[in-house]
């Protein structure tokens, strides 16, 4: 049995730090995360002063071992997701998700926690409808009917929780019995950890003063 802290983090590629990373990496050393998936982060854009930020982040969280999704080109770089963890990064593969409207993607690194591998995924699925949203959940559930234990991290933008039903996960940090606001401008909750059947949650929760228009959502995980 293992234990990891997990969080899924909007950082909205830090406007609201005033592009400091340091200050979106003290949120994830202060919440003590072993894993983390990031979205809306960017690589190289104008917006963001042509800067690396998953690179910067990394250092700045203290989660030495990382890979960014790209979703789209954007100003010049890419925007897009990325996977932060303390465990080495022994595989790694993205996968574009179908879009008539922005792009969307879906990172998987295979992490070694040492007597074990974990296969680590995350994403951040359509905003605009269910109907942009069901064929992305379709495939993610292609990608996770091949691991055995696995995690899933991500903005899915529904807190329609029925939309996760195709997703052969033995259960979800948020749900409809226990629903948390991670989204507080729309008092929706719309960012998500799921795992796989030889896992449990032990403790799960937010931080609020993350710095972004999102809170963090972080949870214990228990891996057998």
């Known amino acids: 049995m293992q234990t990891i802290r997990v969080g899924t983090y909007n950082i909205c590629h830090a406007a609201y730090a005033d592009g400091d990373l340091q200050k979106i990496g003290k949120v994830i050393r202060e919440t003590g995360l072993d894993i983390c998936g990031v979205q809306e982060i960017e690589y190289k854009t104008e917006r963001v002063g042509d800067i690396n930020q998953p690179a910067l982040l990394s250092e700045a969280s203290g989660l030495p071992f990382y890979r960014f999704i790209r979703a789209i080109d954007y ?6 997701t990325m996977l932060l963890s303390r465990f080495p990064i022994v595989g790694f593969s993205m996968m574009e998700l179908e879009s008539t409207a922005e792009g969307r993607a879906v990172g998987h690194a295979v992490l070694n926690l040492g007597t074990k591998n974990l296969d680590f995924f995350g994403t951040h699925l359509a905003y605009e409808s269910a109907e942009l949203r069901a064929p992305q959940f379709l495939q993610l559930a292609g990608l996770l009917k091949q691991s055995r234990s696995f995690i899933l991290t991500g903005d899915f933008n529904t807190e329609n929780f029925s939309e996760f039903e195709v997703l052969p996960a033995a259960d ?14 729309s008092g929706k909750a719309i960012d998500n950890i799921l795992i796989s059947k030889n896992m449990k949650f032990g403790e799960i929760g937010t931080v609020t003063e993350a710095f972004t228009d999102h809170y963090m959502l972080w949870a214990n995980v228990t891996i057998e």
Do not use: D, L, W
Not at 175 to 184: E, Q
């Open 75 to 80: 100003q010049g770089g890419f925007y897009g």
């Open 172 to 185: 979800m940090a948020n749900k409809a019995s226990h629903k948390i606001v991670t989204f507080p401008g």
